[in-house]
């Protein structure tokens, strides 16, 4: 464990909370993508113990695919959810039983989530792009989630120099990722935390 991690798990728990009590205070879900409900990988950090951190985290996936599909079911805007998963769920399946460091089935499980994970966030991006617009909480949401990945960047460089510890599959994935991001971040330091409303073009 060093301090990027920290950082990094301690931002990938504040957007899992930033999100919960947007859908709570807004009572809606109308600019979020349903598959916001669905989470990979386990939260690990010395702040919380390791064995109760794996039920935290799904216990919060439940929560928000809870208010999404049942409490505030009727904000949910399906008009611009138009974005079909299955263009990224097949071929990262596909990447996931040729590419992977043991071809056993808890080790492509493990890929599978890590290669989706990468690419997860651009259904999101897709229907804010389409909206135009995306209210501020929930950027503030999607910031923290990009931090995430981006301090795992940081923490795989150390954990490279300082522990000889190198795996290719979830460092690709991260720069994937974190490439992803990055309009989404400049956007957001140049709009969001201006006082201004983010927007993507169309």
């Known amino acids: 464990m060093n301090i990027f991690r920290l950082t990094g798990d301690l931002s990938h728990l504040a957007a899992i909370?930033?999100?919960?009590?947007?859908?709570?205070?807004?009572?809606?879900c109308a600019d979020l993508r349903r598959a916001a409900g669905y989470g990979r990988g386990l939260l690990w950090s010395p702040v919380i113990p390791h064995s109760t951190s794996p039920l935290i985290y799904i216990a919060c996936?439940?929560?928000?695919?809870?208010?999404?599909?049942?409490?505030f079911k009727a904000t949910y805007d399906g008009n611009h959810d138009t974005f079909r998963v299955e263009f990224l769920v097949?071929?990262?399946?596909?990447?996931?039983?040729?590419?992977?460091?043991?071809?056993s089935p808890l080790e492509?499980?493990?890929t599978f989530s890590i290669y989706l994970e990468s690419v997860a966030i651009l259904p999101q991006l897709f229907m804010i792009s389409k909206t135009g617009e995306a209210e501020t909480i929930t950027t503030h949401y999607l910031f923290f989630l990009g931090l995430y990945r981006a301090l795992y960047l940081v923490n795989w460089i150390w954990r490279f120099y300082f522990e000889g510890f190198f795996d290719l599959i979830a460092v690709v994935a991260g720069v994937v990722q974190t490439i992803l991001y990055c309009d989404f971040f400049y956007l957001y330091i140049t709009k969001v935390l201006k006082g201004k409303k983010l927007?993507?073009?169309a």
């Open 17 to 28: 909370v930033i999100l919960l009590l947007k859908i709570w205070k807004t009572r809606s």
């Open 61 to 71: 996936s439940y929560a928000t695919v809870y208010l999404i599909y049942m409490k």
């Open 90 to 103: 097949v071929p990262v399946g596909g990447l996931s039983f040729l590419v992977n460091h043991d071809f």
């Open 108 to 110: 492509i499980l493990w």
């Open 199 to 201: 927007s993507l073009p």
